[in-house]
């Protein structure tokens, strides 16, 4: 991500000059960093501090940024535990495209599907659903999710099941004749 860090004028013209944000934070927190020394007894103090104060840079670089830019109707989604700015937000986004995969092998064949896949898909959208349900915050976009992956997963090992079903009974049924 880059940002304009200060513009420059030369011959009359203005020339910006871009700088990585990675940039820019490593130079303050460097300069934070030698105000804190100065009051610091030991490493422990010094790493504590450094964490701290990477939180605030953060905030006050990142998330502080984009606030007045986000609508007031959605304001208190964007600034909830669950929101767009925490993982809790777009891993359950990511993982609909184990949803969506699952969703487009219900036109292959049944002789395709790997049953040992399957369910190991259906424990883990169990377990994750359970697990959704257990966290703090609760993430319903979690656990919906995880409902979505175990039931096409589910819906697999029966198409597979069934064809294998149908397969002994035409087998059985060729041995008679």
Known sequence: MLTLKHN?????????LIR???????????QR???????????????LAKRVEWKAVQKRFITDRFDNLVPKSILPLWKSPAGPQTVFFWAPLTKWGLVLAGI????RHP????????L???????IWCRYSMVIIPKNLMLL???AFVFLTQFIQLLRYQMHQF??????DGSEER
């Open 120 to 126: 190991s898909l259906v424990i883990t959208g169990l």
């Open 20 to 30: 990585p944000i990675a940039y820019i934070l490593k130079k303050y927190i460097k």
């Open 144 to 146: 919906s999710v995880n």
């Open 33 to 47: 960093e030698m105000n804190t020394l100065a009051h610091t007894r030991n490493r422990t103090d010094l790493l």
């Open 111 to 118: 002789s395709t599907i790997s049953p040992g896949q399957a």
């Open 166 to 171: 149908r397969l002994k009974k035409k087998n």
């Open 8 to 16: 420059i004028t030369q011959n009359g013209k203005t020339k910006w």
């Open 104 to 107: 487009a092998d219900l036109s």
